[in-house]
């Protein structure tokens, strides 16, 4: 068995779908290198099982992240996905996340903060940004008490799909659970509207009725069945996930270029190079005169 996976399901013959995932190494490997007060790596790892959950609806290859900010203690929330979808083959998908945070900043005190609270004023974006075609962007206000009733918001007032999240996070796990009702066209299938809205309303009870510790624990098979064993559920082959940072020397060169040449310059008349670190991944970049010009940096 996989530790970091998302496994999507079908309701046979009816217009409910949904997906389980579980991030252990990955969610781990995003955290390290940072110092983050355990009540946001929670909202972290929350923030990265949710890029993958709101996947589940993309069809090709796409950079999903989920933004949350505001001018509370935490300026900033960021999870994102690469999600790798093949046609054909076992998709996989790639996670990274960075937090910023108002200074100084005690822990302990924060601690059973709600996610408006800690935000303060502010907003949530859902950000995609398909390989191939147009970025999309969706802005709800960060105004619920968790990132999971956001994200029902969110579905609801721009997306119209009735959709429950659950999530949860231990010191080195996140867990999530995301049913969704598809718009009956979309999703091809003739069914009787009255025999949706009954198989959607026990679906959401039966989902209510799981603990966090059981979808900490329990593999997607097992869950499935604990909670749907009356119903004939799909369950599509688990899809991997991995922690792994985009950035490069040269995406980061190309950053100082676009800083420009003066402001470079001001910073190399202080030190013989730039230093640049990734604020996913903690990876230190550094660059001389001659590695900028190179580049193409043009120094007078
Ligand atoms: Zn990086």
Same mark, same amino acid.
């Given at each position: 068995?996989?530790?970091? @996976?998302?496994?999507r399901?079908y309701f046979s013959g009816q217009p409910v779908r949904g997906a389980?995932?579980?991030?252990?190494?990955?969610?781990?490997?995003?955290?390290?290198? =940072?110092?983050?007060?355990?009540? @946001?790596?929670?909202?972290?790892?929350?923030?990265?099982?949710?890029?993958?959950?709101m996947g589940l609806n993309l069809k090709h +290859?796409?950079?999903?992240?989920? +933004?949350?900010?505001?001018?509370?203690?935490? =300026?900033?929330?960021?999870?994102?996905?690469?999600?790798?979808i093949?046609?054909?083959?076992?998709?996989?998908?790639?996670?990274?996340?960075?937090?910023?945070?108002?200074?100084?900043?005690?822990?302990?005190?924060?601690?059973?903060?709600?996610?408006?609270?800690?935000?303060?004023?502010? =907003?949530?974006?859902?950000?995609i940004?398909?390989?191939?075609?147009?970025?999309y962007?969706?802005?709800?206000?960060?105004?619920?008490?968790?990132?999971?009733?956001?994200?029902?918001?969110?579905f609801q007032?721009s997306e119209q799909l009735p959709t429950?999240?659950?999530?949860?996070?231990?010191?080195?796990?996140?867990?999530?659970?995301l049913i969704q009702r598809m718009p009956t066209e979309e999703s091809k299938i003739s069914a009787n509207e009255?025999?949706t809205?009954?198989l959607w309303?026990?679906?959401?009870?039966?989902?209510?009725? @799981?603990?966090?510790?059981?979808?900490?624990?329990?593999?997607?098979?097992?869950?499935?069945?604990?909670?749907?064993?009356? =119903? @004939?559920?799909?369950?599509?082959?688990?899809?991997?996930?991995?922690?792994?940072?985009?950035?490069?020397?040269?995406?980061?060169?190309?950053?100082?270029?676009?800083?420009?040449?003066?402001?470079?310059?001001?910073?190399?008349?202080?030190?013989?190079?730039?230093?640049?670190?990734?604020?996913?991944?903690?990876?230190?970049?550094?660059?001389?005169?001659?590695?900028?010009?190179?580049?193409?940096?043009?120094?007078?």
């Amino acid at each position: 068995m996989h530790s970091d @996976v998302i496994q999507r399901f079908y309701f046979s013959g009816q217009p409910v779908r949904g997906a389980i995932v579980k991030l252990q190494n990955s969610y781990i490997e995003s955290l390290n290198g =940072h110092d983050y007060p355990p009540i @946001v790596n929670a909202l972290l790892g929350e923030c990265l099982a949710s890029t993958l959950l709101m996947g589940l609806n993309l069809k090709h +290859q796409a950079r999903l992240s989920l +933004q949350a900010r505001g001018n509370g203690v935490i =300026h900033l929330l960021m999870g994102e996905a690469q999600l790798k979808i093949n046609p054909g083959e076992l998709n996989q998908h790639s996670i990274r996340a960075v937090a910023r945070l108002k200074d100084p900043y005690d822990a302990s005190a924060e601690a059973s903060l709600t996610l408006d609270e800690l935000i303060g004023q502010g =907003h949530l974006a859902i950000t995609i940004e398909p390989e191939e075609g147009e970025r999309y962007q969706g802005i709800v206000e960060a105004k619920a008490a968790s990132l999971s009733a956001c994200l029902e918001n969110y579905f609801q007032q721009s997306e119209q799909l009735p959709t429950t999240i659950q999530l949860i996070t231990s010191p080195t796990m996140a867990a999530g659970l995301l049913i969704q009702r598809m718009p009956t066209e979309e999703s091809k299938i003739s069914a009787n509207e009255a025999q949706t809205d009954n198989l959607w309303e026990e679906v959401n009870t039966l989902a209510a009725t @799981v603990s966090n510790n059981e979808l900490l624990a329990l593999d997607s098979e097992t869950l499935i069945f604990r909670l749907f064993h009356e =119903h @004939v559920v799909t369950l599509s082959p688990p899809e991997k996930v991995c922690f792994d940072c985009s950035c490069s020397e040269e995406r980061t060169g190309q950053a100082l270029l676009k800083i420009g040449v003066k402001e470079v310059s001001a910073l190399l008349k202080l030190d013989s190079e730039v230093v640049m670190d990734c604020e996913f991944c903690s990876a230190r970049y550094r660059f001389t005169q001659s590695k900028l010009q190179q580049l193409g940096m043009k120094f007078n």
